[in-house]
């Protein structure tokens, strides 16, 4: 019986240490022109945003509103010169 507990309360703390280890969620595009637009969650409320093989830390203001994904979305519209 001891032994079932032990592995039990082994395989639970296992399962529960990975959890956190999937990295910065990162939303990005390429735009038509072929222009690759990305942001990361660095976690902290900043965020590391790549624009033409530059990235820049940014903070959660400069998003003005809007989602990362939206951010990227509305970049690669423009890059690709679409009506919004």
């Known amino acids: ?3 079932l507990v032990l592995t039990a309360l082994v395989a639970a703390a296992l399962m529960t240490s990975c ?13 038509e022109l072929g222009n690759k637009f990305e942001i990361c ?5 900043t965020y590391d945003a790549t624009s033409g093989g530059v990235t820049e830390t940014i ?6 509103g809007f989602t ?3 951010d990227v979305e509305l970049s690669c519209a423009l890059d690709s010169g679409q009506d919004l």
């Open 1 to 3: 019986m001891k032994k």
């Open 19 to 31: 959890s956190k280890d999937d990295g910065p969620k990162c939303e990005s595009c390429t735009s």
């Open 41 to 45: 969650d660095n976690g902290d409320g």
């Open 59 to 64: 903070t959660e203001g400069e998003l003005e």
């Open 68 to 70: 990362p994904k939206q």
